[in-house]
């Protein structure tokens, strides 16, 4: 990277299996030009670098060279054009992950391609298809895949998760299929002619307009546009072509009684009858029996909240377990799902828990605690109190009822004990917890209707918080944690109570609307700082852009930390929130 400066900014991962005191050399255009001791940082400015300059660790190897522009683009192939129900619509790049698709140790692209006239489980209305892209950091398109008519376009619709299942050493992608999708191969998965897009619906007539109803009431148009019936699938694909490798039946079904429920039974069973509660997906990736990852992949959270773990192994997918809110004895799990979730092993047994939110479900698919705050938009899981073992959680809460008006609040991961909360009277939309300010211990954390930032204890640090409540990102030199909301990245000034920026990229835009996010953020390239992916205005290219800034931090990268590596798995899962390590990475 070109540094401030002057110069180029060089960095390189240091990865878990490095021996202790590992050594480098820097080697420039072949030649060495620094020697890196056992306790310096995968970081180096070398001042008289060039735009021309390639940089390596080995003296054969052909290198890496400086990023010109100050980011890597990689050239994406734009969807065409297309119409649904006589409206127009074109594609947006969108959410992105990673996994090493081939096995040659690097990590390529997985690219998700939004219609612009994706829908909110919320609102009726045709949408577009969703289409999954795969990329080499070169820009060579791999593969596409389209998922299809009866797969609903929105941002609570489709989560793709990427990660090596079978333990091969190359990544697969599993996400919820249907009739008509249609694999990177070509090939169609289930009925291709299948078509099961709701165009009338179950209705009664209005005595005084003449108008069609719904049984409660909502007009026939409410259902326009939504998949509610048909089969749905859970399908693993092969991460080098796209190639459809096993699929099961997604469980569960929107209806026990089979794929194609009435209006009444969708109600009864799920809330409504519309498909805003039964529609909505959260899925990640756990360990479950400490040693090989499971798919988790779930169903509603604002009544009746399931999740089903999947094991993918020797070609074939099977069910570990699945965990159901609306079964005897579970009743205190309903209605506590989040808009995301979060993995971690919080009873340090070695296997993975999950966290939908206000819940947890263990290793074994029981439910290990429910705090009964109920839904939120937003939590943060990792070491947040260094002065405490274990793990603590950071969420908001938007029902006041179950929550008992508290509008965020820090819990015990292990227990769900809240540990302290702040009062609120409404939804609290947004929340985070990060260290920014190094005169306290532990993360800082701070939600959107609040006018206060708290410490880790829940005391008020004078001077109010930063203006949004989005992502962090570990950008400059230092442990701290730099704010990144949108594409703007800035650094709290705990004196001043301000933010200084220090990256606004121009030409190029956040995605999800009012959420802001980044296609990805995730360390993957350089030294353990993140990467910040955003794509072009146009969405002809995504763009990474990595710290210019030197560090004198020597620390592992951070996709070898579980909890980090786990959440870069699920960071596109509906609301997109930012990974965190198990460990406290903040000021010392």
Known sequence: MP???GGNHVSWRLLATDRKGARFTLYRDGKPIAKIAGNQAASYLDPTGTPTSRYALAARDPGASAWANGYLPIPLDKPADGRADGEAYSYTANDASVGDLDGDGRYELIVKWYPTIAKDNAF??????TLIDAYTLEGKKLWRINLGPNIRSGAHYTQFMVYDLDGDGKAEIAMKTADGTVDGTNRMIGDPHGSWVSREGEVDIDDRTGAKLLPDGRKVSELKGRVLKGPEYLTVFDGATGRALASAPYAPSRDPSGNNPSYDQMKATWGDGYGNRSERYLAGVAYLDGHRPSLVFGRGYYARSTVAAWDYRNGKLNMRWLFDSAMPGNEKFGGQGNHQLS?????GDGRDEVFYGSMVIDDNGKGLWSSGLGHGDAMHLSDLDPTRPGLEKFGVHENMRMSGNRGAGLLDAKTGAILWSTPADKDTGRGIAIDIDPRHPGAEAWASNSRELYDVKGNVIPGGHPRAANFGIWWDGDRLRELLDGKK??????NTATEQVLLDPPGVVSNNGTKANPSLSADILGDWREELFVPSE???????YATPIPTGERIVTLMHDPVYR???AWQNTAYNQPPHTSYFLGAK
Do not use: H, P
Request: net charge negative.
């Open 3 to 5: 540094a401030a400066g």
């Open 124 to 129: 009726s209305g045709y949408t577009g298809a």
């Open 343 to 347: 993995v971690a092993d919080v009873d």
């Open 489 to 494: 990245i800035t650094k709290w000034d705990w």
């Open 538 to 544: 146009d969405s002809r290219e995504l763009r990474i």
């Open 566 to 568: 786990l959440g870069v």
